[in-house]
Structure formats: structure tokens, C-alpha cells
């Protein structure tokens, strides 16, 4: 069968993107010496591409939208027996459990982004809104920065396992559509287009936000407050 468009362009940017930012952001943290401004701007980035794809499960292409496989416990029950038991037919999108690593991405990122903007390395840096803080909310947001990571590495384990189980023994390759966006599937099943100008204005709107979240809303810091 000819293939046909499943993932629209904005989904499979913000895949690949979010996979490298958060490579970018443990090398920044944990690897290499004196680069927390490059940690900075990469997780200001990453807190754009987190909104985005928010909005773009609202407004997006049909299978970029939650709504395309966000399903109740019973199916998710049913669709687990059937990727066990080999008798598996694919999703032309997301399948109803592998599907919640979106919502999970979005909170956990989103979380450790957030958290981030009320962070200090202690010696030079901290994030915009750690100053404007009292001394619970900042302990809450630095404790949220240094384990909500750890989590989120559970979870992308978990979803390269996943993504491992399908190649191998449901001999099915989904790495494949991740990259060139397309699936072996009927042209009504497939999406006609990426929607791009409509992506490119909600992406405009989202970097605005965030500028203005992190450069001009902050409120300025009281002279001496370091010292
Ligand atoms: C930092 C690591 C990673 C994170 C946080 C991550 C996160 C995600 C998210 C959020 C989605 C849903 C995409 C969307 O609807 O917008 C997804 C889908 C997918 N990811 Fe990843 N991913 C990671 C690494 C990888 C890697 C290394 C591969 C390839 C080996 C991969 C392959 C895929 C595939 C094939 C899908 C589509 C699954 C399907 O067909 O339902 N991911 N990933
Ligand atoms: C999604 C984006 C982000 C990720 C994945 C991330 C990840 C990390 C990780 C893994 C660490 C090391 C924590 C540890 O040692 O246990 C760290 C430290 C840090 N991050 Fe982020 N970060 C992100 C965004 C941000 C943002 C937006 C800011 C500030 C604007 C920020 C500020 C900091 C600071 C100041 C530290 C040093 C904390 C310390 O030395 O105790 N991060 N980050």
C-alpha cells in the first residue's frame, strides 16, 4: 500500500527537538562547567515547545490532537492483551497507552521547566523568579528541579522499551513515521497537509508568551539581595 501522512511536521520538529533539549539540558547541568546560560536559553526553548504541543493537541492535525487517543481504562486494558498476546493491529496514530507519554512529557517537562525559573546553582545563576520567591516556594521549586528529572528519565526508558517491544517482536517500525511522517495506510486515513501556517502563527504566539514570561514580567531584583 502507497504510504500517506500520519504525523503533521510541527509534531515530528517537536519530538526531535524536545529529545535533543533535554540532552542539551543534563549536559548543561550535569556534564560541562560553566554553562548555565546555555542551560538557561535551551530551557526557556523547551518550556516554547511544551506549550506548543499543548495547544497543538487542541488545534493540530487529527492525530496530533489528544482527543485522537486519549481513551478510557478499558481500552487501554484491552489494546495491553493485544500488543502481549501478538494478536495487534497498529494505530494509524498514537495507540491509547503509548499515547500517554504526551500528557506525561507535557506535565513532567513542563514541571521541571517551571521549576527551573525558581532555581539557583547557589553560586552565580537562578532562574527569573527566584528572587521574587519566599523560602518555601523557592525550597519546593529547587527540590521539583532536581527530581522531577529523574522521573522523566523513568518514563522515556519506558518509552524506548516500548518502542524496542513493537520492532522486535510486533516486527512493526514506528521509528520510521517519527521521522519521514508516514504510515502504510488508506489516503482517507492519512492527513492532507502539516497545517504550517497555522503552526507557524501558534508558535509566534507561544514565543511571545515566553519572552514576556521570562524576560519582561520578572520582577526586578532589590539591590544586595545576593549578598
Ligand atoms: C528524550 C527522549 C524522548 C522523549 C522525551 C520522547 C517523547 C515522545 C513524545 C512526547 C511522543 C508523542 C509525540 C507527539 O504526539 O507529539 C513520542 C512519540 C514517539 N517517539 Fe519519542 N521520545 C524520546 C525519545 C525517542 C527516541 C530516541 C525514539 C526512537 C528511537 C523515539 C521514538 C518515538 C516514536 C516512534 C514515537 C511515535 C509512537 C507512536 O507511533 O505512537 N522517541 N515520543
Ligand atoms: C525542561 C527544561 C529543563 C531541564 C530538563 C533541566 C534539567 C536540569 C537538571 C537535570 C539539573 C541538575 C539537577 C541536579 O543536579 O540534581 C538542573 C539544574 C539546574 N537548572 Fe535546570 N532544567 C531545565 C530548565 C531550567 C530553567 C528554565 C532554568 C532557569 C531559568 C534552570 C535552572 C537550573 C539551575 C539554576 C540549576 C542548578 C541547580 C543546582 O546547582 O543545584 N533549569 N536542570
Known amino acids: 500500500m502507497k504510504k500517506n501522512l500520519v504525523w503533521d511536521?510541527?509534531?515530528?520538529?517537536?519530538h526531535w527537538l524536545l529529545v535533543l533539549c533535554l540532552f542539551g539540558q543534563w549536559l548543561t547541568a550535569e556534564v560541562l562547567e560553566d554553562a548555565m546560560d546555555i542551560h538557561f536559553y535551551i530551557g526557556y526553548f523547551t518550556l516554547g515547545l511544551i506549550i506548543f504541543r499543548l495547544i497543538?493537541?487542541?488545534?493540530?492535525?487529527?492525530?496530533?490532537?489528544?482527543?485522537?487517543?486519549?481513551?478510557?481504562?478499558?481500552a487501554m486494558l484491552a489494546y495491553l492483551r493485544s500488543v502481549i498476546s501478538k494478536q495487534h493491529t497498529l494505530s494509524i496514530g498514537h495507540n491509547s497507552v503509548g499515547g500517554l507519554i504526551l500528557p506525561g512529557v507535557i506535565i513532567l517537562v513542563g514541571l521541571q521547566a517551571i521549576s527551573g525559573l525558581f532555581t539557583t546553582d547557589d553560586i552565580v545563576y537562578s532562574g527569573p523568579y527566584y528572587a521574587s520567591a519566599d523560602t518555601d516556594l523557592q525550597q519546593l521549586m529547587q527540590w521539583l528541579h532536581h527530581?522531577?528529572?529523574?522521573?522523566?528519565l523513568a518514563i522515556i526508558g519506558l518509552h524506548l522499551v516500548?518502542?524496542?517491544w513493537y520492532l522486535i517482536f510486533l516486527k512493526h517500525n514506528l521509528i520510521g513515521p517519527m521521522l519521514d511522517g508516514k504510515k502504510a495506510v488508506a489516503p482517507k486515513d492519512g492527513i492532507e497537509h502539516s497545517q504550517l501556517i497555522k503552526a507557524i502563527l501558534v508558535?509566534?504566539?507561544?514565543?511571545?508568551?515566553?519572552?514576556?514570561?521570562?524576560?519582561?514580567n520578572p520582577p526586578p531584583i532589590e539591590d544586595g539581595y545576593y549578598y
Open 9 to 14: 511536521i510541527p509534531v515530528r520538529l517537536f
Open 56 to 74: 497543538w493537541g487542541f488545534v493540530g492535525t487529527k492525530y496530533a490532537k489528544f482527543n485522537s487517543f486519549i481513551a478510557g481504562p478499558k
Open 147 to 152: 527530581n522531577v528529572f529523574d522521573i522523566l
Open 162 to 164: 516500548a518502542i524496542g
Open 203 to 216: 508558535m509566534c504566539l507561544v514565543a511571545i508568551f515566553v519572552y514576556w514570561l521570562v524576560e519582561i
